[in-house]
């Protein structure tokens, strides 16, 4: 039986969502748009969406960007992570 491998992205991809996990707070949205911002520079800010946990404790926030390569999303992903704020990038 032979393994499925995911499919291969094509670069460039445009809208290509992250999510974003973290804590419910002004600070954790202004980090990832700065994140974005550097990254991704002049990406749609207004097709982000924002979603609140049960509790309001957290949020997620979905960035939709050009995607321009494995470079651009690994440095994306490892900036994001360097927050404490920050629970989860997907």
């Known amino acids: 039986m032979t393994e499925q491998q995911?499919?291969?992205i094509e670069f460039p991809c445009e809208?290509?969502?992250i999510k974003v996990?973290?804590?419910a707070d002004h600070e954790m949205?202004?980090?990832v748009l700065e994140i974005m911002e550097r990254h991704?520079?002049?990406f749609d800010q207004t097709r982000i969406t924002i979603a609140e946990?049960?509790?309001g404790r957290f949020q997620s926030?979905?960035?939709w960007i050009t995607a321009t390569g494995e470079s651009q999303l690994r440095a994306i992903?490892?900036?994001?992570r360097i927050s404490k704020k920050i629970r989860m990038v997907m």
């Open 21 to 23: 996990l973290g804590d």
């Open 61 to 63: 926030l979905t960035v």
């Open 6 to 8: 995911p499919p291969k």
């Open 15 to 17: 809208n290509y969502p």
């Open 53 to 55: 946990s049960s509790k």
């Open 77 to 80: 992903n490892d900036d994001l």
């Open 29 to 31: 949205h202004s980090y």
């Open 40 to 42: 991704a520079p002049g």
